[in-house]
């Protein structure tokens, strides 16, 4: 069980390293391509927006496939991708390959939850959830000062180690994971369409996913230019600012694995409400820190309040539907995904026409503002019945698609 754990704690860690791995390297990247600031968001946008709309088509389709193959053939597409990103002679060439990237992370990322569900018991399913999760965080920890020491050396280097960590993955996954082709009998699945419109008939739902998407505008917005502005402001090589990135991902995986009990405490609808605004305050007092540590004591808490906000937003998602627990995951990591691309582009317009980051603090502080709002009429945080069966087990099952 521990060995198909650790498999699919480097699967996720992999996929979720090329996330974060562009922010610290923007200002690298566009040196290197000569391309302006807009540009420059877009080799984000286009990851994110392939992952975003294969997403959707993906997730309820797969069940009908043999998982492990389907994660073997994703891998395969997935680190030829990031390995021509290392190769790219511009930026253009780098919006393709990562567009390419996302579309093979869509393929994969549904079968490594699924298949947990079928190779771990039932009594270690949460943990073995948290595990997996782990390997998002842990990319938040260790992949982006890790890829930022890489990118001292070359900008390059990252791409070839991800794709050589993919290489080593598809070989675990053919030596240690058994087959797991889709229950035998089963009807033809129906059109792709028609769970999302059965899900979003209702407004509970309709403004839940509206409220996640405008909170993901706002904090991949902020996320995207961080190693932009720190290079700006404080003139900060490519590794130093991979160490300032280093307390955001702490706080993040403190805020994820740790933020339960607080939770419990103060109940999802007051712990979602008193968070979006405590970030939307500390991203306006952002862009004023004179100093690295001042900025590295407001990433750290941001993140960690990011980190208990996510978790609870995405369980929140899931008490939509017992019987469409696919279907929602695949809409969350969607509106994610598209409110990254969103996110990016606004911020790279904002960054290069309107008074640089602050403008784009600016405008993360709005987006969280509305969020709460959304939030608050969507009523998905109203259930008390979920306070009671544990924030800890939803958590496990939900934080899946962060």
């Known amino acids: 069980m521990y060995t198909k754990l650790t498999i699919f704690f480097l699967l996720m860690f992999l996929i979720?390293?090329?996330?974060?791995?562009?922010?610290?390297?923007?200002?690298?990247?566009?040196?290197?391509?000569?391309?302006?600031?807009?540009?420059?968001?877009w080799m984000i946008s286009s990851y994110a927006l392939t992952y975003a709309v294969f997403s959707l088509l993906f997730g309820p389709i797969s069940d009908k496939w043999n998982r492990k193959k389907v994660m073997i053939y994703g891998l395969v597409g997935y680190a030829m991708a990031i390995f021509l990103c290392g190769f790219s002679s511009g930026w253009l060439e780098m919006i393709l390959y990562q567009a390419i990237a996302g579309l093979f992370a869509a393929l994969i990322t549904p079968q490594v939850w699924a298949s947990i569900t079928i190779l771990i018991p039932p009594d270690r399913l949460v943990m073995g959830m948290g595990v997996v999760i782990g390997g998002v965080s842990a990319a938040q920890v260790l992949g982006l000062p890790l890829g930022s020491f890489l990118a001292s050396i070359s900008w390059s280097i990252p791409y070839f180690v991800l794709s050589l960590e993919a290489i080593v993955i598809i070989i675990l996954l053919i030596w240690l994971i058994p087959s797991l082709p889709p229950p035998a009998g089963e009807k033809k699945p129906t059109p792709f369409v028609e769970p999302y419109r059965q899900l979003l008939k209702s407004s509970k739902a309709r403004f839940g996913f509206l409220a996640y998407l405008v909170f993901a505008i706002g904090y991949y917005a902020t996320f995207t230019f961080f190693g932009k502005w720190l290079?700006?402001?404080?003139?900060?090589?490519?590794?130093?600012?991979?160490?300032?990135?280093?307390?955001?991902?702490?706080?993040?995986?403190?805020?994820?694995?740790?933020?339960?009990?607080?939770?419990?405490?103060?109940t999802r609808f007051h712990t979602l409400n008193i968070g979006a605004v405590m970030m939307s305050i500390l991203y306006i007092i952002l862009p004023m820190s004179k100093t690295v540590l001042y900025v590295e004591v407001l990433l750290f808490t941001i993140a960690a309040i990011g980190g208990v906000l996510i978790s609870v937003?995405?369980?929140?998602?899931?008490?939509?539907?017992?019987?469409?627990?696919?279907?929602?995951?695949?809409?969350?990591?969607?509106?994610?995904?598209?409110?990254?691309?969103?996110?990016?582009?606004?911020?790279?317009?904002?960054?290069?026409?309107?008074?640089?980051?602050?403008s784009v603090s600016l405008f993360a502080s709005l987006m969280f503002l509305l969020s709460i709002f959304l939030f608050i009429k969507s009523k998905i945080t109203d259930d008390k019945t979920f306070e009671q069966k544990g924030i800890n087990e939803a958590a496990g099952i939900t934080g899946l698609i962060k």
Do not use: H
């Not at 791995?21 to 290197?32: A, N």
């Not at 280093?246 to 993040?252: R, T, V």
């Open 16 to 41: 979720a390293s090329n996330s974060f791995l562009l922010s610290p390297l923007l200002p690298v990247l566009q040196i290197e391509f000569q391309i302006i600031t807009v540009q420059a968001g």
């Open 231 to 266: 290079a700006d402001r404080f003139q900060l090589d490519v590794t130093t600012a991979g160490m300032v990135f280093l307390f955001f991902g702490l706080g993040s995986l403190i805020g994820s694995l740790f933020g339960s009990p607080l939770v419990i405490k103060l």
């Open 313 to 358: 937003i995405l369980s929140s998602l899931q008490t939509l539907s017992s019987t469409q627990r696919g279907t929602v995951a695949a809409l969350s990591n969607s509106c994610q995904y598209f409110g990254s691309m969103i996110g990016t582009g606004m911020a790279g317009v904002l960054y290069s026409t309107l008074n640089g980051f602050f």
